[in-house]
T-cell receptor
């Protein structure tokens, strides 16, 4: 059974700092990997999707990488802002049914 | 990105009653939608896969008679929590994909269910 772990579980950083969120998974036989953010009491907003054949994706201040052989993905946030405060979730597609297995999440707080 | 709309965003109901939650894909057709459940400070757990025109596929441990899923059209799936109990209180969220391959998932806003 696929297990997805995100470290750290919670993180507090001052505004402007660059940071890295980690996602590790036990079964490297995955298809795509997707990063989401979730604001308290809200749904999920898709941030980046890394296709199976790709190693990274970039969108604005966000960069996500995927290393299937080592079972790891990282989300890099540059020049963090208070508006980045949210819970960040990684999720894996592990079959053709498009089911997602979610990580445990990292709760980020960016302070002024 | 694609838009998935979920309604209602929150609902409070009495124990023993049933509650229906709707999930709509607004600008694309979705033959498959997914229903997740999220307990406070926990991640999302897949409950079931909703298939247009056929029966839903439930994950292990999810009671199909308690969580009724109907996917009657290519843009609408509904989740009905029957005979709700306080332990059913949770955040329910749906997702849809544009096609059957492993492309980007789009999520609804979620529904906060509180059973009193």
């Amino acid at each position: 059974k696929q297990e997805v772990t995100q470290i750290p579980a919670a993180l507090s950083v001052p505004e402007g700092e660059n940071l890295v969120l980690n996602c590790s998974f036990t079964d490297s036989a995955i298809y795509n990997l997707q990063w989401f953010r979730q604001d308290p009491g809200k749904g999920l907003t898709s941030l980046l999707l890394i296709q199976s054949s790709q190693r990274e994706q970039t969108s604005g201040r966000l960069n996500a990488s995927l290393d299937k052989s080592s079972g790891r993905s990282t989300l890099y946030i540059a020049a963090s802002q208070p508006g980045d405060s949210a819970t960040y979730l990684c999720a894996l597609y592990t079959g053709t049914a498009s089911k997602l297995t979610f990580g445990t999440g990292t709760r980020l707080q960016v302070t002024l | 990105g694609a838009v998935v709309s979920q309604h209602p965003s929150w609902v409070i109901c009495k124990s023993g009653t049933s509650v229906k939650i709707e999930c709509r894909s607004l600008d694309f057709q979705a033959t498959t939608m997914f229903w997740y459940r999220q307990f406070p400070k926990q991640s999302l757990m897949l409950m079931a896969t909703s298939n247009e025109g056929s029966k839903a596929t439930y994950e292990q441990g999810v009671e199909k008679d308690k969580f009724l899923i109907n996917h009657a059209s290519l843009t609408l799936s509904t989740l009905t929590v029957t005979s709700a109990h306080p332990e059913d209180s949770s955040f329910y969220i749906c997702s849809a994909h544009r096609d059957a391959t492993n492309t980007e998932a789009f999520f609804g806003q979620g529904t906060r269910l509180t059973v009193v």
